[in-house]
């Protein structure tokens, strides 16, 4: 249980981070806020959210600073969580979260269990043929990590006999770790909370991920280090069932605001700046949904 346990302190200093974020903050928008309430025509997507009064969105429970339950609260708190939450405020709706692993995500959009996914989803031609997805709205990198004492300093040391922990369903799983460690064996598991525990029992020797998911984890246990260089660029998108380019131009026209206005650097620096102390990339400046349809996957070249 001590990979619980120590997600449950990341959890709790995260919470912290964000207090600290919100307090000392300047003029820009407070996070999540949102904007004015924008009317849309009957019939629309929106429109009928509109109508139920609700938006359901689907975010991890467990991958601190972007979605994860405040073990106080039970709140669903994070970056994606206030992300969710400003697109809701610009529909007039109150927002309700459902937990979506990466294993999950796309189903959920198939069979109308949510309505938008917020999820840490990296926008790929694969999913791109199943759902739709939004303009870049962060820019991750693939990283590896370890645990201390571990010689291991990059994919490269991870050949035969090597075991490498990686959420089920995640482009790391099918796409990366097969190119970057292809004689080592995948564990893929449902929770990015079961890699923390892997890697502390010993039982893998390394954890390949997004760079963000990672800090997360070394936030609860400073033991767990990252190692070698970006392994990946990773646009995350925000996912739309298939066809509701009404519902895809709505979501745009929101980050579209919240870049300009400050809101998104806001939640930016309230859940993500001060857990990796590095200043924002922005992603309406590296590229649209397209660009990143293009140049996915970005593998070692980035």
Known sequence: MRGMRNLRWAIAALSVVAMLGVACGDDKPAAGTGGEVQKFEAGSTMADIQEKGEITIGVKYDVPPFGFENPQSKDIEGFDVDLGKAIASRLGVE???????????????????????????????????????SNPYFIAHGRTAVYEGSDVTGPADLGAGSRVCTALGSTYETTIIPKVAPDAKIEAVDAYSDCVELLQNGAVDAEITDNIILAGQKAGDDKIQLVGEDLTTDPYGIGIPDGQTDMQDFVN?????????????????????GVTGEDPELPNEWGTLQDALDNYPCVETC
Request: zero cysteines; aromatic letters at 12%; proline letters at 3%.
């Open 253 to 273: 026209s929101v980050l579209d605001e919240m870049f300009s206005n400050g809101e998104w650097e806001t939640i930016y620096d309230t859940w993500v700046g």
């Open 95 to 133: 927002p309700k979260f459902i937990e979506a692993i990466s294993d999950n995500r796309i189903p959920f959009l198939q069979d109308g269990t949510v309505d938008l996914v917020l999820s840490t989803m990296t926008i790929t031609t694969d999913r791109d043929a199943d759902i739709d997805f």
